[in-house]
Antibody, heavy 118, light 110 residues
Framework: EVQLVESGGGLVQPGGSLRLSCAAS????????MSWVRQGPGKGLEWVSL???????RYGDSVKGRVTISRDNSKNTLYLQMNNVRAEDTAVYYC????????????WGQGTLVTVSS | QSALTQPASVSGSPGQSITISCTGT?????????VSWYQQHPGKAPKLMIY???KRPSGVSNRFSGSKSANTASLTVSGLQAEDEADYYC??????????FGGGTKLTVL
C-alpha cells in the first residue's frame, strides 16, 4: 500500500529555517517524480517544487532561491528545506507522488502545517 | 507564472451536469496536453480526477470528464451527486517546466 507521511511542520519565526520530511512506503521515491504542494489557510493549492527521478529539480517562482527539494534514497524519504521563511509561507505542505507524465499526483500525504509568525 | 483562471463557484441540482472552466495561456494550457483536475473535500488531501486533459485514473467515476479547446480546459461532472460537492482545482504543465494551479472552484450541489 502506498503511503506518504509528512512531518517537520511547526511554528517558525520570519527569516528562520525549517526542514519538512515525507516518508514514503509501498513504492520507491527515487523511481518517481515527487512534488511538494502547499495550501495557505483558506486558500487554493500552490505547487512548490518537484524532483525528477533523475535528480533534477524545479521550483515555483514564489519559493525559488529559498527552498531546496531533496531525497534520501536509503530512507525512501523526500525533504523540503525552507530558508528565510516569510509569513506568506504559512500553509499546509503536502508531498505527492508523480503519476503518468510525473506532473500529475496520484498519492498525497496528509499534510504538515507550517506557521510563520513572530 | 500566473495562476490559471477558474470560476469561484458553480452549482447544480442532483442529476444535472455542470462544467468548470480553466483558462490559461499558450505557455501552459494551450501548449501542452498536460492538464489535470483535482477534487478536494474540506480538511482532506486532493484527489486526482482527470489527467492529460481527458484521462481518468482507475477508480474515478465516468461521470467526470475533461476536455480542452485552445487555452481553456474544462471539467464536466454529469449526474451530479451530493458527494460531488467539493473544491475543484485544475493544473497545467508550463513551458518553464513548472506546474501552475488554478484558483479553485467550489461546487455546490443544491
Amino acid at each position: 500500500e502506498v503511503q506518504l507521511v509528512e512531518s517537520g511542520g511547526g511554528l517558525v519565526q520570519p527569516g528562520g529555517s525549517l526542514r519538512l520530511s515525507c516518508a514514503a512506503s509501498g513504492f520507491t521515491v527515487s523511481s518517481n517524480y515527487m512534488s511538494w504542494v502547499r495550501q495557505g489557510p483558506g486558500k487554493g493549492l500552490e505547487w512548490v517544487s518537484l524532483i525528477y527521478s533523475g535528480g533534477d529539480t524545479r521550483y515555483g517562482d514564489s519559493v525559488k532561491g529559498r527552498v531546496t527539494i531533496s531525497r534520501d534514497n536509503s530512507k525512501n524519504t523526500l525533504y523540503l528545506q525552507m530558508n528565510n521563511v516569510r509569513a506568506e509561507d504559512t500553509a499546509v505542505y503536502y508531498c505527492a507522488r508523480g503519476y503518468s507524465s510525473g506532473w500529475n499526483f496520484d498519492y498525497w500525504g496528509q499534510g504538515t502545517l507550517v506557521t510563520v509568525s513572530s | 507564472q500566473s495562476a490559471l483562471t477558474q470560476p469561484a463557484s458553480v452549482s447544480g441540482s442532483p442529476g444535472q451536469s455542470i462544467t468548470i472552466s480553466c483558462t490559461g495561456t499558450s505557455s501552459d494550457v494551450g501548449g501542452f496536453n498536460y492538464v489535470s483536475w483535482y477534487q478536494q473535500h474540506p480538511g482532506k488531501a486532493p484527489k486526482l480526477m482527470i489527467y492529460d486533459v481527458t484521462k481518468r485514473p482507475s477508480g474515478v467515476s465516468n461521470r467526470f470528464s475533461g476536455s480542452k479547446s485552445a487555452n481553456t480546459a474544462s471539467l464536466t461532472v454529469s449526474g451530479l451527486q451530493a458527494e460531488d460537492e467539493a473544491d475543484y482545482y485544475c493544473t497545467s504543465y508550463t513551458s518553464s517546466s513548472t506546474l501552475v494551479f488554478g484558483g479553485g472552484t467550489k461546487l455546490t450541489v443544491l
